[in-house]
């Protein structure tokens, strides 16, 4: 049983890295680390699960702020070490901070010296819920 | 100077990981890993170079397969430890097992027992080339 979890190379902390993409737009919207028992719930619940490393514990995307991934499709690399999810994202909104995805910093490379420039609008109130890991 | 390498939050390896989106299709093509030097090269080449960790060096993508990756753009996420790479794919093989991409592993669930399914296509022989990370 359980072999699908074991085909998975779970690094030294037994995580893996997991990128989520909206299904429809194909943005990529975040990357989060899943445990086995994230992995597991995720496909028991069809709800994103991750492993909150900063908080060390489950948890479900969109528990407190309502923004959960309904997934789709779960996909593994071909050395086993990432994961793939296509997500259906309730409100549009993935990222903590209020924006529609994590990756709202773009490296603005116009200028001598390079720097990162937040490209996104800010959709709800940010920091209202937790919702970080 | 080199402001925008401080920024990012390297893990205790001195790395983070980097998506490989394909600009044009969408598809997510890889997760690799990249060190400063590796973000510094991509940035002054314009050619997406990792860090392998199996290999322990700098891996411009590509260099002995001819499958580079011309970067269109690279951002950051919000917790600062996750980069996204928009590329144009040469030969529109990014996997070193000769795929499209390197998330072939679809989980099937309609049985009662998951499990991983290729359901890529190889398009190139796989293994001619060591090209992995």
Known sequence: MADYLDAVKWNADGLVPAIAQDAQSGEVL????????????????????????????????????GHTQRVLEVRLDCDADAVLLQ?????????HTGRRRCFFNLLDTASAAPRWEATDAVLTEPGKFRDGG
Chains 1, 2 share one sequence.
């Open 87 to 95: 997500v259906d994202q309730a409100g549009g909104i993935a990222c």
């Open 30 to 65: 975040m990357l989060a680390w899943m445990n086995r028992e994230a992995l597991a719930q995720t496909l028991a619940t069809g709800q994103a699960t991750y492993w909150s490393r900063s908080r060390a514990s489950l948890w479900r995307k969109g528990e407190t702020s």
